[in-house]
């Protein structure tokens, strides 16, 4: 049931979407024969691709995926920027409109009419287009390390300098495959971290689809060792079979959960005496379901020296209510991707209380990354992927 809701929606805001295309780019602009048929044709075959991409990705082999995710994932992206464009083109039309009514001059005449519809029509589709090359550029290049130092008052001086290299929203799957995952393995092990903390999205799909994309991160090397929270999507792509996947490479899964990071040792697990360090905490996503799936952090803490700094690793920044309430020092997130394509951030705001950056709530610290990979579209505008290293101070 829920799926057909799903699919519901996901069918009528395409078909709504490329009606408005066709109406503003084609219908308004008047377009003589046989452009307006080849335009209309157009626009009615990258409408279908969408649902029709959908449902080849589940039936086809594993090899057909990618070459047909790419050209399918780009045109959302674009999709996505020629709808704002043309919303621009819309105020736009009624500026004029407006104007033309408040000096007399009455409603614009057909001639004028069409002759705006394709003046805007076409400045939003070359603005589109343009801004779509860009944010698939921004989107595979090179992988950027991002610094940032966080300065946690309760941190003894044994443990000041630690280093923890954050991982988040990789999204492996059609679009980013082996060859990305050892890019970051790479890069990641040429900073020597402390810790490596990978906060959830790893995946999008199963373990026999993923396997061999996954399989360089069993050569990720960090001197306390390589942690992992679930996100949201791991829930999408069976995430029992994940968490064993994961713990055969060589990463410890932190469900509701806590290790001790100490300054002269690997992570120690539960009631392994204080030697001056902090504590590494881990919790299930905020949406997690089924298999006894659901964030706990209460449980997490249990039992847990007061005194004691404590660092948290959940996907989503809006646990970080939770966490200020229960004395966490720094709270490590993703989930938000910082929007990645601009203006998308503004709506993600609506759901979570920090979208990127370093934040605070209360006495809780909180870094949220503009993640490492990307989700659906190819494209990154106004964000940048990122693999951030952080500075215990």
Same mark, same amino acid.
């Given at each position: 049931?829920?799926?057909?809701?799903?699919?519901?929606?996901?069918?009528?805001?395409?078909?709504?979407?490329?009606?408005?295309?066709?109406?503003?780019?084609?219908?308004?602009?008047?377009?003589?024969?046989?452009?307006?048929?080849?335009?209309?044709?157009?626009?009615?075959?990258?409408?279908?691709? *969408?649902?029709?991409?959908?449902?080849?990705?589940?039936?086809?082999?594993?090899?057909? %995926?990618?070459?047909?995710?790419?050209?399918?994932?780009?045109?959302?992206?674009?999709?996505?920027?020629?709808?704002?464009?043309?919303?621009?083109?819309?105020?736009?039309?009624?500026? *004029?409109?407006?104007?033309?009514?408040?000096?007399?001059?009455?409603?614009?005449?057909?001639?004028?009419?069409?002759?705006?519809?394709?003046?805007?029509?076409?400045?939003?589709?070359?603005?589109?287009?343009?801004?779509?090359?860009?944010?698939?550029? /921004?989107?595979?290049?090179?992988?950027?390390?991002?610094?940032?130092?966080?300065?946690?008052?309760?941190?003894?001086?044994?443990?000041?300098?630690?280093?923890?290299? /954050?991982?988040?929203?990789?999204?492996?799957?059609?679009?980013?495959?082996?060859?990305?995952? /050892?890019?970051?393995?790479?890069?990641?092990?040429?900073?020597?971290?402390?810790?490596?903390?990978?906060?959830?999205?790893?995946?999008?799909?199963?373990?026999?689809?993923?396997?061999?994309?996954?399989?360089?991160?069993?050569?990720?090397?960090?001197?306390?060792?390589?942690?992992?929270?679930?996100?949201?999507?791991?829930?999408?792509?069976?995430?029992?079979?994940?968490?064993?996947?994961?713990?055969?490479?060589?990463?410890?899964?932190?469900?509701?959960?806590?290790?001790?990071?100490?300054?002269?040792?690997?992570?120690?697990?539960?009631?392994?005496?204080? /030697?001056?360090?902090?504590?590494?905490?881990?919790?299930?996503?905020?949406?997690?379901?089924?298999?006894?799936?659901?964030?706990?952090?209460?449980?997490? *803490?249990?039992?847990?020296?007061?005194?004691?700094?404590?660092?948290?690793?959940?996907?989503?920044?809006?646990?970080?209510?939770?966490?200020?309430?229960?004395?966490?020092?720094?709270?490590?997130?993703?989930?938000?991707?910082?929007?990645?394509?601009?203006?998308?951030?503004?709506?993600?705001? *609506?759901?979570?209380?920090?979208?990127?950056?370093?934040?605070?709530?209360?006495?809780?610290?909180?870094?949220?990354?503009?993640?490492?990979?990307?989700?659906?579209?190819?494209?990154?505008?106004?964000?940048?992927?990122?693999?951030? %290293?952080?500075?215990?101070?």
């Amino acid at each position: 049931m829920r799926i057909a809701v799903f699919l519901a929606v996901v069918l009528s805001v395409t078909l709504g979407l490329h009606y408005f295309f066709w109406a503003r780019l084609v219908r308004d602009t008047a377009l003589p024969a046989p452009y307006r048929q080849w335009a209309t044709a157009l626009v009615v075959s990258l409408g279908v691709s *969408l649902p029709l991409a959908m449902f080849l990705g589940r039936v086809l082999p594993p090899a057909w %995926r990618g070459p047909l995710a790419w050209p399918v994932f780009v045109w959302m992206g674009v999709m996505f920027l020629l709808f704002v464009t043309l919303l621009g083109a819309e105020l736009v039309r009624l500026g *004029l409109s407006g104007w033309a009514r408040l000096t007399g001059e009455g409603p614009l005449d057909p001639a004028r009419r069409t002759f705006f519809a394709r003046l805007l029509g076409g400045a939003a589709g070359a603005t589109a287009g343009t801004l779509g090359a860009y944010s698939v550029y /921004q989107a595979i290049a090179a992988l950027h390390v991002r610094e940032v130092e966080v300065k946690l008052d309760r941190l003894p001086e044994a443990s000041r300098g630690t280093t923890i290299v /954050q991982l988040t929203d990789v999204h492996l799957g059609a679009t980013l495959g082996r060859a990305f995952c /050892q890019a970051i393995v790479d890069k990641v092990n040429a900073l020597a971290p402390d810790v490596v903390a990978i906060t959830g999205d790893l995946v999008d799909g199963t373990v026999e689809q993923l396997r061999e994309a996954a399989a360089p991160l069993a050569r990720l090397r960090a001197r306390h060792g390589v942690y992992f929270v679930t996100g949201n999507h791991e829930y999408y792509s069976g995430v029992g079979p994940w968490m064993e996947e994961l713990a055969r490479l060589g990463i410890r899964v932190l469900r509701n959960e806590r290790v001790a990071i100490e300054p002269h040792g690997p992570g120690a697990s539960e009631g392994s005496p204080p /030697q001056g360090g902090f504590d590494l905490a881990g919790v299930d996503d905020y949406t997690a379901f089924g298999d006894g799936h659901r964030a706990d952090l209460p449980r997490a *803490l249990a039992g847990r020296d007061p005194a004691r700094p404590v660092v948290l690793l959940a996907h989503q920044p809006r646990q970080v209510r939770e966490a200020a309430a229960l004395g966490v020092d720094l709270q490590i997130s993703g989930h938000t991707h910082a929007g990645q394509i601009w203006p998308f951030k503004y709506l993600v705001r *609506l759901v979570q209380p920090f979208v990127a950056g370093l934040g605070r709530l209360h006495h809780t610290q909180i870094y949220v990354s503009a993640g490492t990979g990307y989700w659906g579209p190819p494209l990154r505008l106004g964000t940048q992927a990122e693999i951030t %290293r952080i500075t215990l101070a």
